[in-house]
C-alpha cells in the first residue's frame, strides 16, 4: 500500500438543527448545497446554511447537471424530482416515479453522466425495507433526452446506496450496503450492462456512499452505527479495486454523503449525521 501525505480534515459545518444530513454537492458555479432528510435544500453560503427550499418529504439526494439544472431524490415522494424556481418559489416535479407502472422504493443515491445525459440511481427505500433477507433494491439508468427508464439492477440487491460512475463514462460503480460489498456495472458492448463484484470489505455495516476522484480513484464511505465504531472510515481503492489508502475521521462513523468539489479536484465534502457535521477534506495530490 503506497504511502501518501496525511489529508487535511476541517469541520466546515456543523449545525444541531440539521436533522439528517446528506448529500454534499456543488453546482457548476461550485456553490455548495445541503440535504436534510427532515424535507430542507440548504444552500452554503460563507460558511452558514440557508434553506433554498423545502420540500413535505424525505430526500436523500441532490444532483446539477452542467448547465445547473437539478435533480431530487425523495424517498418518501419515491420520486426524482426536478426543482424549478417560479415566480420567487421552488417547485420540484417528478422526473421519475415509477418503472412499467410499478412505484419506485424510495432513491438513495445518484449520479449524472454528462456523456450520454443519463441519471444513474439507487433505488433502496429508508433502511431496512430491502435487506438481506429480502434483497428487492433497484439500480436504474434514466435517459434524460428519451425519458426513457431502464434497470441494470431490479428488485435483486440488499440497500444499493451510494453510486459513482468512471470518468470516461463507461463504468458504474454501486455500494450494496448490506452485503458490504462494491459492485460493477461494466459496459460491453456500449449500452450492455454486466454485474460483477468489485470489492468487498468485512466488519462495519457496510458501504453507504462512493466518489470518483479526477483521476479514477473510489473513493468508499464505510458506514457503522455509532454504537459500535467511533471513527468514520473512507477506503481509498484503485480501478483493479486494490486497496491504496484510507482516510480517518475521528468521531464521524455514520458517513452519509460524499462529493469532489467541481471547482477544486483536491476538496471532498464528507457529511456526518451524528455529528450533524459537514467536512472538508484537502487530499494529498497521490490520490486526486
Known amino acids: 500500500m503506497a504511502e501518501v501525505q496525511t489529508p487535511i480534515i476541517e469541520k466546515f459545518i456543523e449545525d444541531s438543527n440539521i436533522a439528517d444530513i446528506c448529500s454534499p454537492v456543488e453546482d457548476p458555479q461550485g456553490q455548495l448545497y445541503l440535504v436534510d432528510h427532515s424535507g430542507d435544500i440548504l444552500k452554503v453560503i460563507e460558511g452558514q446554511t440557508q434553506v433554498w427550499f423545502s420540500i413535505g418529504g ?11 439544472a437539478a435533480f431530487l431524490g425523495d424517498k418518501a415522494h419515491q420520486a426524482i424530482l426536478s426543482p424549478n424556481e417560479v415566480e420567487g418559489r421552488v ?3 417528478p422526473v421519475v416515479k415509477d418503472y412499467e407502472g410499478r412505484p419506485l422504493l424510495g432513491p438513495n443515491s445518484m449520479v449524472l453522466s454528462e456523456q450520454n445525459n443519463y441519471l444513474y440511481f439507487t433505488d433502496s427505500g429508508p433502511l431496512g425495507e430491502s435487506s438481506l433477507s429480502n434483497p428487492c433494491g433497484s439500480v436504474f439508468a434514466a435517459d434524460l433526452d428519451l425519458m426513457i427508464l431502464k434497470p441494470l439492477a431490479y428488485r435483486s440487491m440488499a440497500h444499493p446506496s451510494g453510486i459513482a460512475i468512471s470518468n470516461d463514462g463507461k463504468v458504474i460503480f454501486v455500494a450494496e450496503t448490506l452485503q ?3 459492485i460493477r456495472f461494466a459496459q460491453s458492448p456500449s449500452g450492455v450492462h454486466h454485474a460483477s463484484v468489485f470489492a468487498e470489505f468485512t466488519a462495519r455495516l457496510g458501504p453507504t456512499c462512493l466518489a470518483m476522484s479526477p483521476n479514477n480513484f473510489l473513493y ?3 458506514f457503522d452505527f455509532e454504537d459500535y465504531a467511533k471513527v468514520g472510515l473512507i477506503t481509498i481503492l484503485n480501478m483493479n479495486g486494490e486497496k491504496e489508502s484510507e482516510i480517518i475521521i ?3 462513523p455514520e458517513i ?3 462529493s469532489f468539489s467541481r471547482k477544486q479536484a483536491n ?6 449525521v451524528t455529528t450533524a457535521s459537514c467536512y472538508r477534506i484537502t487530499l494529498p495530490s497521490e490520490f486526486i
Open 267 to 272: 476538496i471532498l465534502w464528507v457529511t456526518e
Open 58 to 68: 424525505q430526500p436523500s439526494c441532490l444532483v446539477f447537471d452542467a448547465n445547473g
Open 250 to 252: 475521528p468521531s464521524a
Open 256 to 258: 452519509s454523503g460524499m
Open 91 to 93: 417547485e420540484a416535479t
Open 180 to 182: 458490504n460489498r462494491i
Open 220 to 222: 468508499v464511505a464505510r
